[in-house]
């Protein structure tokens, strides 16, 4: 495989920003879009066919909590691998509930984002 495809979600698009030059800084990944909030990140899936997607949770239109039951209903997108991002531990609680298992604390990292990334679209 080669670099990994991701897809950022984010309402704050200082967030985006950061994120997305944070994925890109070393050339290993490739951010092919970034999102403001769950529906246009569920469009966005369909169309740009990510191997990774981070996710905040807390979003106007759709938070990450009903993107992800939305994309469990989907066949086509159950499969990507979505990378939770928030600083919010209720939050992290809840998406638990619903299946995500990587999860990322705000403020994060450059590396520990990366390394995320990556093990999300390596075989176990």
Not at 54 to 66: A, F, I, Q, R, W
Not at 79 to 98: F, R, S
Request: aromatic share 4%; charged share 30%; proline share 6%.
């Amino acid at each position: 495989m080669g670099r990994p495809r991701v897809l950022v979600v984010d309402d704050s698009v200082v967030a985006r920003r950061l994120v997305s030059t944070a994925l890109a800084s070393d050339g290993s990944v490739e951010v092919v879009g970034v999102a403001p909030d769950g529906r246009a990140a569920l469009a966005n899936i369909e169309r740009l066919r990510p191997d990774v997607v981070t996710l905040d949770v807390d979003m106007p239109v759709m938070d990450g909590l009903e993107f992800r039951r939305r994309q469990l209903e989907s066949l086509d997108l159950s499969n990507v691998p979505v990378l939770v991002i928030t600083g919010d531990a209720e939050a992290q609680k809840a998406a638990v509930l619903l299946g995500f298992r990587r999860f990322l604390k705000k403020p994060f990292g450059e590396e520990d984002l990366l390394k995320l990334v990556t093990d999300s679209v390596e075989p176990n």
